[in-house]
T-cell receptor
Framework: TQLLEQSPQFLSIQEGENLTVYCNSS?????LQWYRQEPGEGPVLLVT?????EVKKLKRLTFQFGDARKDSSLHITAAQPGDTGLYLC?????????FGAGTTVTVRA | NAGVTQTPKFQVLKTGQSMTLQCAQD?????MSWYRQDPGMGLRLIHY???????DQGEVPNGYNVSRSTTEDFPLRLLSAAPSQTSVYFC???????????????FGPGTRLTVT
């Protein structure tokens, strides 16, 4: 099993602030995905990154895949209460993904 | 499209009881998986299937059985429930993305199981 470590475990910020969540591994992944999960629901895919050094933007969310394809980060600009949730990274070389434990993000109004 | 559906949403079992968690998808995805989610441990793979009639074990398969008789359905059976199986269970389906080595997962809403 490829281990993915996410940091921080919890993050609480005020509306309008920026935040960054990290996902690190000692293994190389062919791709890495980010999911967001809201209470009582299943995770929902936000983005997939496949190329080392790749940067993808989704409105106020910016995702980066490390050059060595072992790590990734998620940056949220001007966070809003709707960004509150559990953010999970997942990696793998086939359909059997390994998931990190997640970062719980709370954005206070 | 309903996507991935799971039933029941909540279930309470006594130790030793058996039950089946239902999962269905209407996206014609080849791959389906079952995960359990426990606090601080992320999602752990229980069993998966790469197509009808083909299943295999994931990271934490003990105490669970699966079968895949159709593309759409992938039920998870708890043979003899134990308190350690108290968890939230998610079913997911996926397809090969881009070059064929990336698989994006579509999750159901989950079943919250408590074993007393």
């Amino acid at each position: 099993t490829q281990l993915l470590e996410q940091s921080p475990q919890f993050l609480s910020i005020q509306e309008g602030e920026n935040l960054t969540v990290y996902c690190n591994s000692s293994s190389v992944f062919s791709s890495l995905q980010w999911y967001r999960q809201e209470p009582g629901e299943g995770p929902v895919l936000l983005v997939t990154v496949v190329t080392g050094g790749e940067v993808k933007k989704l409105k106020r969310l910016t995702f980066q895949f490390g050059d060595a394809r072992k790590d990734s980060s998620l940056h949220i600009t001007a966070a809003q209460p709707g960004d509150t949730g559990l953010y999970l990274c997942a990696g793998g070389d086939d359909y059997k993904l390994s998931f990190g434990a997640g970062t719980t993000v709370t954005v206070r109004a | 499209n309903a996507g991935v559906t799971q039933t029941p949403k909540f279930q309470v079992l006594k130790t030793g009881q058996s039950m089946t968690l239902q999962c269905a998808q209407d996206m014609n995805h080849e791959y389906m998986s079952w995960y359990r989610q426990d606090p601080g441990m992320g999602l752990r793979l229980i069993h998966y299937s790469v197509g009808a009639g083909i299943t295999d074990q994931g990271e934490v398969p003990n105490g669970y059985n699966v079968s895949r008789s159709t593309t759409e359905d992938f039920p998870l059976r708890l043979l003899s429930a134990a308190p350690s199986q108290t968890s939230v269970y998610f079913c997911a389906s996926s397809y090969a993305y881009s070059s064929g080595s990336t698989y994006e997962q579509y999750f159901g809403p989950g079943t919250r199981l408590t074993v007393t």
